[in-house]
């Protein structure tokens, strides 16, 4: 993937820029509710709370993506049930153009195969638009932990049962089944999966000594290991991180089936039409080639992509479906 090439000095102004944007997240988030009641504004839904890392990646985009729709383009965060609420609004959305959800493919690929009572059938409710960025996830110790490098990790946690616990921030996503495969691969004794109501706490708990392990996505980690609070042993990419370029990827360590991700996309509801998807994916793309954009998104923790046709929306779909319906069978997780 080409980057734009940066200036030496770059790097300050993208945290202080990126800085802005979390610290404004909830401000915005509220500004934005208020403003949604507007007829003339473009709805940008986020299945996640202000604040976070998607969030954060999603006002730098629509902050930009205003000026290619010439139209005002509000965030609405609709966290919960594991992106379900977000899917919910979309469908219930007039299918018009105006209404987007910007979401995991774990909405489409993941939810259908666990959730007893989904409410949204992606195949028949939701238009995609284009892709919009990777999720590449790590899996992490304290920074104290004595362990430098997975085998490491590995070896201590057949050594001493309070190793062998993985944390993750939810169950019934891709973090949570790559952290099952992780589990059966590395063949440690009654290894157990720990689940927490979102990151932060989980966070709190690693770097507090309280958790051996997590796997999550690096925009929860990133900041945390680079401040030697955490340390990063492995990542899910088919290649190193950008943020992370020190850290190995399970590829590399002898684990392939674990160097696969996850990322976002765009949808719009079904029956939207063509000529309004068009639209969007074109300024999307414009968006997403900007070089402010491409380092502010790197910087949060995700890779941006160039944009996709629909088609590739639903054939990256369809590959994710395939890599991980015989390990989320074979876990025997359902949810409600």
Do not use: C
Request: proline residues 7%; positive net charge; hydrophobic residues 45%.
């Amino acid at each position: 993937m080409n980057h734009a090439p940066l200036p030496p000095n770059s790097r300050p102004r993208r945290r202080q820029a990126l800085r802005g944007a979390l610290v404004l997240a909830a401000a915005l988030a509220l500004a934005g509710t208020a403003s949604a009641q507007s007829s003339d504004a473009l709805r940008f839904i986020v299945p996640y709370p202000a604040g976070g890392a998607a969030d954060a990646m999603a006002r730098v985009i629509v902050d930009r993506l205003k000026d290619e729709m010439k139209q005002t383009v509000i965030i609405e965060n609709r966290a919960g049930a594991s992106t379900r609420l977000a899917a919910e609004m979309l469908k219930q959305s007039a299918p018009d153009g105006n209404t987007v959800l910007m979401t995991t493919l774990d909405t489409a690929v993941i939810g259908p195969m666990v959730f007893k009572n989904l409410r949204y059938n992606p195949a028949t409710d939701f238009t995609p638009i284009t892709m919009v960025a990777t999720i590449t996830y790590g899996l992490t110790v304290s920074g104290t932990n004595p362990s430098k490098t997975l085998a490491q990790f590995i070896a201590a946690a057949r050594a001493d049962k309070n190793q062998a616990v993985v944390g993750v921030s939810g169950l019934g996503s891709t973090l949570h089944f790559l952290a099952y495969d992780f589990v059966r691969q590395s063949k440690v004794p009654d290894m157990t999966i720990v689940p927490f109501q979102g990151g932060p706490a989980m966070v709190n708990n690693l770097i507090g000594g309280q958790l051996a392990s997590a796997i999550d996505g690096l925009g929860v980690f990133v900041k945390h290991h680079q401040a030697g609070r955490l340390r990063v042993l492995a990542t899910s990419g088919e290649r190193r991180a950008p943020q992370l370029p020190d850290v190995p990827t399970f590829r590399e360590l002898g684990m392939p089936s674990l160097a696969f991700g996850s990322a976002y996309a765009l949808y719009a509801p079904a029956g939207t039409p063509k000529a309004r998807i068009d639209e969007w994916n074109a300024a999307m793309r414009k968006v997403l080639a900007r070089a402010d954009v491409r380092a502010l998104v790197t910087e949060i923790g995700y890779e941006p992509l160039d944009g996709s046709d629909p088609a590739e929306v639903t054939l990256r779909e369809t590959q994710r479906r395939e890599h991980w319906a015989p390990i989320v069978k074979a876990t025997g997780y359902t949810g409600d």
